[in-house]
């Protein structure tokens, strides 16, 4: 993670390219009228690379539930995605074919930090994708932010929603660290235990449990 995503009209053929889960240097995914494209906003302008568009948080695509893992995959049926911002002709899917190397997200600790204090969707959900994980390893949210370099939420997100694989994607990136260095992020967990979970039929990351953000941290 992060993924370089393809969306498809079913109506014209054509579509866009964008990345998910680049939470420190994306706000997030934008349907632009403008343009007729998906397009990521850079945290840095906040505009519109294509005509300088300044959208709100409030007009950012949640593609949560709509993007697949690699190959396809989703627990259930992907949601229906936005209208063709090309043709209008008929709502997108997605294709995820590409994954990049979590060390984009994990190593940028002086860009990660300079957006604390802004709630905005690509971070929202990437903050949602980590509490399944946090949960299913018994891992200390507060090592696990750190770790990330993500402040510590004190108020419901702007979405609370989370993305099939960018929880993929965290998981495997903690459970195979936590293989080597059981401990590192606070969990009581065995290097066993830790494998069987992972790669072994545990159970799996479960659905968060219905604590709000702040609650986590008392």
Not at 59 to 76: C, E, I, N, R, T
Not at 89 to 117: C, D, I, Q, Y
Not at 196 to 213: D, E, M
Request: glycine share 10%.
């Amino acid at each position: 993670m992060p993924y370089e995503i393809q969306s498809r009209c079913g109506a014209c053929g054509q579509g866009d390219t964008f990345l998910i889960g680049n939470w420190p240097e994306h706000l997030g995914v934008y349907v632009c009228a403008e343009c007729h494209a998906l397009v990521n906003i850079p945290v840095e302008t906040g505009q519109c690379l294509g005509c300088g568009q300044q959208p709100s948080l409030q007009d950012f695509y949640d593609y949560s539930f709509a993007v697949p893992y690699l190959g396809g995959q989703m627990p259930g049926q992907p949601e229906q995605g936005p209208a063709c911002p090309k043709c209008q002709g008929a709502p997108l899917t997605f294709e995820n074919n590409v994954h990049l190397n979590m060390g984009m997200v994990v190593s940028g600790a002086e860009k990660a930090r300079a957006t604390w204090g802004r709630d905005y969707m690509e971070k929202a959900i990437f903050m949602n994708s980590a509490l399944p994980i946090i949960e299913e390893f018994e891992l200390s949210p507060v090592k696990i932010f750190e770790y990330f370099n993500l402040e510590i939420p004190t108020a419901p997100l702007i979405t609370e929603r989370i993305s099939f694989p960018i929880v993929l994607d965290i998981r495997t990136h903690l459970g195979t660290a936590l293989m080597v260095e059981p401990e590192l992020f606070g969990g009581s967990l065995s290097p066993d235990e830790v494998r069987t979970r992972l790669w072994g039929g545990g159970r799996g990351p479960q659905v968060p449990s219905q604590k709000r953000w702040w609650q986590f941290w008392k």
